[in-house]
Every structure is written in C-alpha cells, then in structure tokens.
C-alpha cells in the first residue's frame, strides 16, 4: 500500500465520507471569535489555476508572484516540482494575504480556502475508488457552531469551486501521467521545463513567442491569438507541450521544413 493509501485511510477512519447530498453546519465572517485564526501557519499547495488568478488579481507577473508568495520545497520523493504559500515572517506565521478585516483576495483565493471545511479524498490513478468528501473540524474553528445549513453540492456552488475543478482535472493528466506512476524520475531540464508551464506562464508565454518555437512547430492562428493574451488559453497548451516534451506523446506537430532546413 503507498503513501496515498494510506493518506486515504487515515481520512476514512478520522472522518465522516460525505456525498454531495450530505450536509453541515458552518459559516466564517467576522463576528465569529476564531476569525482569521486558521489564516496562519499551514501548507497551502497552489495548483498553476490558483497562480494565475493570483497574480492577475494582484497586478504582477507570474515571476514576481512565485519571488514574493511563494516557495517550492525540495523533497526527493516528489517527482515533479510543487508550489506551496510563503507565510509572512512573523509570530504566527501568517497569511500574506490577510487582513484584520479578512482574506483581501477573496475573489481569487486558492482552492484550498475555498474548499474548507470540506476536504476531497481523490483516488489514485488506476484505483477503482471514487472520489469522496469529508469534513474537517479543527478544534480552533468555531465557524461549526454557526447555524447556517448547507449541502456539500450547495457549498461547492457557492464557493465556485468548478472552475478549479476543471483546472485541476487538467493539471492531474500531467501529475498523474502513467511516466510518474511507472517509477520514472525526471531530468533536472524536464523539471524546469515542468515548473516553467505550470507555474511561471508569464515567461512560458516568452518562451513560445520570443524564441524560436514557432519556427520549430505548427500553431494555427487561432491558439497564437488565445494564448498570446489568456493565461488559462495558455496553460491547457502548456499541458500539451508537456505531454510533447517530457513524456514524448504526439501532441504537437513540428514543421517539418524548418527541421530540414536546421539540419542543412
């Protein structure tokens, strides 16, 4: 049993397995006494969609977000590179992002936060297991006492989680690739070339439109002018690159004379 089996395990036996249609009790505002307490100190994975509603909320390129929001820890046992929220330097350890009056984001906070309370237990790749919700209550949140009711189907709608979703279900064809579930390492250039996709779009896109990728590869017009302006345009390519590059699917078309014409 690996690592996610047992992570599986240890959520069936801790919490309750909820469907869409199961429900709770909880509400977070202000006036609840632990307001902003569970803004502090935790390991928030940022997927490359929470990334780019980030930065774009604040201004900034994808190159400055990752300097100043972020850090990528280096653990052996993960094989391709991930992403997690910088804290602020302070006693608590506290959001970057967070005010005395809340979450000064909201509009564009990652998934994690947008999630909680719920948490989602996905199966592995190949498991016959389905994907299953359960509710984690922290003894610091006082937001379970609150007396608004919803369903799990009501508090993913209301918290527009779909879209995240449908990012994520993309992100996982690339995390999830049979390359990584056979065992297989990446290069320390198939790394970068990983990391520069899915996290620093900014310069993905100076990759494709200041080098000379475009010469090497067939783009029709339509994608040239989807991806030169949308970042989330950009990344569903940049997954197919990533398919193309390192794990040699035959997702891209290579212009063929421009090869001939290099080798002459």
């Known amino acids: ?5 047992n992570l599986k395990r240890s959520i069936l036996e801790e919490y309750d397995r909820l469907d869409k249609k199961d429900s709770f009790k909880f ?11 569970c803004c502090a100190d935790v390991n928030i994975f940022l997927t490359p969609y929470d990334i780019i509603r980030m930065k774009n909320h604040l201004g900034i390129s994808s190159k400055e977000f990752l300097a100043k929001y972020t850090l990528t820890p280096i653990d052996k046992s993960q094989r391709y590179p991930v992403v997690i929220m910088k804290m602020a330097d302070n006693e608590t350890k506290s959001c970057q992002f967070v005010s005395e009056k809340g979450c000064t984001i909201y509009s564009d906070r990652p998934w994690p936060c947008r999630m909680y309370p719920l948490g989602l237990a996905s199966p592995s790749e190949g498991s016959v297991d389905e994907e299953f919700y359960f509710l984690m209550k922290e003894d610091i949140c ?19 989680i779909n879209i995240y979703n449908e990012m994520g279900d993309l992100f996982k064809q690339i995390t999830l690739h049979p390359t990584f579930e056979s065992g297989k390492d990446l290069s320390p250039e198939k790394i970068e070339m990983f990391h520069l996709v899915c996290y620093n779009i900014d310069k993905f896109r100076q990759f494709i439109f200041d080098s000379s990728f475009l010469q090497k590869f067939e783009v029709d017009s339509e994608t040239l002018e989807r991806i ?7 990344f569903k390519f940049g997954v197919e690159w990533i398919k193309f590059c390192i794990f040699g699917e035959r997702t891209m078309k290579i ?10």
């Open 1 to 5: 049993m690996d690592a996610i089996d």
């Open 228 to 234: 030169r302006k949308d970042d989330v345009e950009l």
């Open 27 to 37: 509400a977070c505002h202000p006036g609840v006494s632990c307001y902003n307490d």
């Open 255 to 264: 212009n063929r004379e421009a090869t001939r014409g290099t080798k002459s």
């Open 142 to 160: 006082k937001g379970f006492a609150e007396s608004n009711e919803w369903t799990v189907e009501e508090w993913l709608e209301d918290q527009e």
